[in-house]
């Protein structure tokens, strides 16, 4: 894409995402600006001076960013803040750091997004390529990011995690293989609490693709089944499941993982797969399709499969105390992804839930929570939402203000056997800086007992 130098980018955030873009821009030889309404950590001033990048803190310039002739938005900043609004009305195109990225590199690119499973999938993947030996980066959600990286590395292959706000900034960028997991209520309080424009959103993953591509996805999943139906996808389809249905190329039978591809059958004993649980079966069906799409060796796949060691925050095994064990799901910030973690467990739970409330509808876990948990605790600055569904329903709830208050609790009311489980449903933003934080103050706690 030649541009004249004069071009002018701004690019808004400057964490992770907005500087790598800022760097490649810089590269590419455009004039370059970084506004963050935030204080920017000193990690990423470090590379913008050291690449003599313009940028202000703290606040949004408009005189500095209604010039732009493309601006560059990280994930996180929602449309409805005043200076995107206003980007809008002067009709400045405004794209994610992916789709900007995409623009300058020639590598594969494995694309992988869902409501849950997503990070798993994504680290799954990447680790059967690098094991493998292929040229690979890992970016988008997790990893460094893709703009950095195709200016500093240029990998073959990129295994990029994808949000549903990183997909709303993308127009041309094309998968090559894309991965859809599921899909199922999530940030519909950034989608007017419209659950369809959050599935438009999802389903961006398989724009411009061609029949040379892949599309891999869950085939009992409806409203993909339904998108796909309505869609009519260019690419080569290759659904997944438990067990074998009507078109369904990989899937489970006689306790082995079966995967049916151009390039061949890849087999594997199930009970030797690394992830446990039905969900982490799928995301090990899908990781095990790309994989062999991109005809890695089957002996490859299964070490890789077999070894892995999954992702911290997600159904992480912290501590037995007392004969209590205590899992660390910081990384469940939706109600599905709760679902899938209480229908894992095997004992008594005593569930730590809540946080910011996204649109959330608990009904998905009223019946697990009722046969599964001995009590919850709602851990939030406002639970009422929580209360209001949960109370009267026979089961022990308590506040918690703190995670040292709320896993005090845990320890009290536990009984030997059970599993105290932080699985919270919600955003971690009402008390701690994100779930990361959350989960690791977890584990302090628990370590603490």
Aim: with cysteine.
């Amino acid at each position: 894409m030649k541009i004249e130098q004069t071009y002018r980018i701004v690019i808004l955030g400057a964490g992770e995402s907005g500087v790598g873009a800022a760097v490649l821009a810089k590269k590419q030889g455009f004039d370059v600006f970084v506004s963050d309404v935030s204080a920017i950590k000193e990690q990423y001033k470090k590379i913008l001076d050291n690449y003599q990048i313009l940028y202000e803190e703290k606040q949004h310039s408009e005189e500095k960013i209604l010039n732009a002739d493309e601006i560059i938005k990280s994930p996180g900043i929602p449309d409805k803040i005043a200076i995107i609004q206003k980007i809008k009305e002067k009709q400045i195109p405004v794209i994610s750091e992916i789709e900007f990225a995409g623009r300058y590199t020639k590598a594969k690119k494995i694309c992988i997004t869902g409501s849950n499973g997503k990070t798993t999938t994504t680290m799954l993947t990447y680790h059967i390529l690098k094991n493998a030996g292929l040229n690979v980066g890992l970016a988008g959600n997790v990893g460094n990011s893709f703009a950095l990286q195709v200016a500093e590395q240029d990998f073959d292959y990129y295994v990029i995690e994808l949000s549903s706000f990183q997909l709303d900034g993308m127009y041309d960028f094309k998968a090559e293989i894309a991965v859809l997991l599921n899909i199922t209520p999530d940030h519909l309080d950034r989608y007017n609490y419209e659950m369809q424009h959050y599935v438009d959103a999802k389903l961006r993953i398989i724009q411009n693709q061609t029949t040379a591509d892949a599309f891999i996805f869950w085939n009992d999943d409806p409203v993909i089944r339904k998108e796909v139906a309505k869609l009519h996808p260019q690419a080569g389809l290759y659904p997944f499941a438990r067990t074998k249905g009507e078109g369904t190329l990989a899937y489970t039978e006689n306790k082995q993982i079966r995967i049916e591809t151009l390039n061949g059958i890849f087999t594997m004993e199930e009970e030797l797969v690394a992830l446990t649980g039905t969900h982490n079966l799928y995301n090990s069906l899908a990781a095990g399709i790309a994989a062999k799409l991109l005809d890695i060796k089957n002996e490859d796949i299964r070490t890789s499969l077999s070894n892995f060691k999954g992702v911290e925050h997600r159904l992480e095994k912290v501590a037995h105390v007392k004969g209590v064990a205590y899992i660390n799901d910081s990384k469940a910030t939706n109600v599905n992804s709760t679902w899938y973690a209480l229908q894992s467990m095997k004992t008594s739970v005593v569930l730590i839930v809540g946080g910011t409330d996204k649109g959330n509808d608990y009904r998905e876990i009223e019946a697990l929570v009722k046969n599964k948990c001995r009590a919850l605790i709602f851990l939030g600055l406002d639970n009422t939402k929580l209360h209001a569904f949960f109370d009267g329903k026979t089961i022990r709830t308590t506040d918690a203000r703190s995670m040292k208050e709320a896993v005090s609790q845990a320890y009290e009311i536990a009984e030997k056997g059970d599993t105290v489980l932080l699985s919270p449903c919600c955003a971690s933003f009402d008390l701690f800086e994100n779930y990361e934080d959350r989960g690791q103050q977890f584990k302090t706690c628990v370590r603490n007992l």
